[in-house]
């Protein structure tokens, strides 16, 4: 399914985009969206004890919509929070309280984000991040897997996550991903400042 023309994550990226833009329109798309939902709602249960709040996105550019699927477990559960992330100037995320109908307010790259200083939604230090991936990968060491995300290169999930781990060891990380998304070596390696990701949902199910 990937076209491949040189190396660099730039036009890898564009490649990955430009897919996921044909894949969000055909027929299978529908399929792949339950199938990821079906796993997402089977995670949250099996780490119920230990996620109070979970970190979500809006999405942009194709990407796969979890909000229904969070408000309703939300509202089925008592004391879960959502949140979303803030883009601050240094590149950090931020992340605050999300409720169903918040106004929210476009960044400069476009992404619909909570208003920082709304007093009736505080900052939130998530339990669990769910970050879309545009890409993903698998290296093993030893007989442990590490699970690696292809973002938009901004690096702010990488620089936040590093912040969060430091203070928060047991924060959960998932990517959100397509099985199609998976590079191999020879297309994609992460890089030393890369986080990895604790586990994966694909259509395929729960990685980890």
Same mark, same amino acid.
């Given at each position: 399914m990937l076209h491949?023309?040189?190396?660099?994550?730039?036009?890898?990226?564009?490649?990955?985009? +430009?897919?996921?833009?044909?894949?969000? +329109?055909?027929?299978?798309?529908?399929? $792949?969206?339950? +199938? @990821?939902?079906?796993?997402?709602?089977?995670?949250?249960?099996?780490?119920? $004890?230990? @996620?109070?709040?979970?970190?979500?996105?809006?999405? @942009?550019?194709?990407?796969?919509?979890?909000?229904?699927?969070?408000? $309703?477990?939300?509202?089925?559960?008592?004391g879960k929070t959502l949140a979303l992330p803030f883009a601050r100037l240094d590149k950090h995320l931020d992340f605050y309280s999300w409720q169903e109908g918040d106004l929210l307010i476009p960044s400069r790259q476009g992404v619909p984000e909570p208003d920082p200083n709304n007093p009736r939604r505080p900052q939130v230090i998530p339990d669990c991040i769910l970050i879309p991936c545009v890409g993903w990968s698998i290296s093993s060491v030893g007989n442990k897997k590490h699970y690696w995300r292809l973002g938009y290169g901004g690096g702010y999930f990488d620089r936040t996550l590093a912040q969060l781990r430091a203070n928060k060891p047991n924060l959960i990380c998932v990517g959100i991903g397509f099985d199609w998304q998976k590079l191999d070596d020879d297309q994609w390696q992460s890089q030393s400042h890369d986080e990895s990701l604790d586990l994966i949902i694909t259509e395929s199910g729960l990685l980890r």
């Open positions: 491949m023309h040189g190396n660099s994550p730039k036009s890898l990226r564009q490649d990955l985009l +430009a897919n996921r833009k044909r894949f969000a +329109a055909s027929e299978s798309y529908q399929a $792949a969206q339950e +199938a @990821i939902v079906t796993s997402l709602s089977q995670f949250l249960t099996a780490y119920d $004890a230990q @996620i109070q709040s979970v970190a979500l996105y809006c999405p @942009i550019q194709d990407e796969l919509d979890l909000r229904p699927a969070l408000l $309703a477990w939300a509202a089925s559960k008592t």
